[in-house]
């Protein structure tokens, strides 16, 4: 079972091998961890929808199962549909910047469709009896 401080690191280490991101926000002379966080923070959200802060916990909580666990593959699919739903965002000349983040609120949200979608492919491949029960 993955916890809070393996997912982070396991995400925040795909952003920190972009270099060009790092040098964006300044972050090349700082410490690995002091970087991780100062990244997260330029790249997600500060606020949510009501105004409350939007951190790590929060968006694990998005995809947090029955049982309180969150896997790798969701978490890194809800921010990749996160990425790609803000450059359509900002494609269609909608800037969906609320604090100058890289992605928003709304994309993230806008993710989990997608992410919610697939578990439930899945869930129904695995358990095709479900099925009947899911689609009446």
């Known amino acids: 079972i993955w916890d809070r401080k393996t997912l982070f690191e396991l995400l925040m280490s ?3 091998l972009n270099s060009d991101l790092l040098s964006y926000f300044n ?3 700082l ?3 002091t970087a991780k966080k100062e990244l997260f923070k330029s790249i997600f959200p500060a606020k949510n929808f009501e105004g409350h802060d939007f951190s790590f916990n929060s968006l694990l909580g998005k995809i ?3 049982n309180s666990n969150v896997t790798p593959r969701e978490l890194i699919q809800l921010v990749n549909s ?3 739903n803000e450059v359509k965002m900002l494609q269609g000349e909608n800037d969906g910047h609320e604090d100058g983040n890289l ?3 709304v994309s993230i949200i806008n993710g989990l469709k997608e992410v919610s979608k697939t578990r439930l492919d899945t ?3 695995e358990y ?3 099925k009947n029960f899911v689609y009446k």
């Open 103 to 105: 992605i928003s609120f």
């Open 123 to 125: 869930m129904i491949a």
């Open 27 to 29: 972050l090349e002379s």
């Open 14 to 16: 795909r952003f920190m």
């Open 64 to 66: 947090r199962d029955g």
């Open 82 to 84: 996160g990425i790609k």
């Open 31 to 33: 410490d690995m961890n």
């Open 128 to 130: 095709p009896q479900t």
